[in-house]
């Protein structure tokens, strides 16, 4: 099953200025992980080589889970 995620131009607005400069690694990169799954890479691949190391991809998938029930907060 591939994941897809649709952002509203606010989110993905709102995970671009994360991306760009929140001060923790941590939120660079999860916000890095929901764009590329937006903008239509598959998840799995993205947890592999897409970050700034491999992870697992059933973290990514928890990463989308937790964005479409709060939200980039």
């Known amino acids: ?11 993905r607005k709102q ?9 923790k690694a941590y939120r660079r990169e999860r916000a890095a992980a929901i764009l590329k799954v937006a ?3 598959i998840a799995a691949h993205v947890a592999r080589s ?3 190391r491999v992870r697992d991809p059933d973290t990514v998938y928890s990463w989308l ?6 939200g980039p907060a």
């Open 39 to 41: 903008d239509g890479q």
């Open 15 to 23: 995970l671009t200025d994360i991306l760009k400069s929140d001060s």
């Open 50 to 52: 897409g970050l700034l």
């Open 65 to 70: 889970d937790r964005f479409q029930e709060y």
């Open 1 to 11: 099953m591939v994941r897809k995620i649709d952002l509203s131009d606010e989110q």
